[in-house]
């Protein structure tokens, strides 16, 4: 689906054969950190700006990825 900053949530369904995918990320400001993680475990280390991350263990069932932008004070955050 397409990104709208004021939704924090999405579902994607994708069929069960789909074992990998990608993420893209971009945030608005240049100096914004991105995280993804899928449950609890990070998908690498936060990028500035843009991120595209793959996800290369996608389980059968539900899989909850976590997108975390961090303003450049690394304070203010937003996950998505």
Excluded: C, K, W
Excluded at 2 to 15: E, G, N
Excluded at 49 to 68: D, Y
């Amino acid at each position: 689906p397409l990104f709208d900053p004021a939704r924090l949530s999405y579902l994607v369904t994708v069929p069960n054969s789909v074992s990998s995918a990608q993420i893209l990320a971009e945030a608005v400001h240049p100096q914004a950190r991105i995280q993804v993680s899928l449950g609890e475990e990070p998908l690498g280390a936060p990028v500035t700006s843009r991120a595209v991350v793959p996800i290369e263990t996608l389980r059968v069932g539900q899989n909850l990825l976590t997108v975390v932008v961090m303003a450049e004070d690394e304070v203010t955050r937003r996950s998505y």
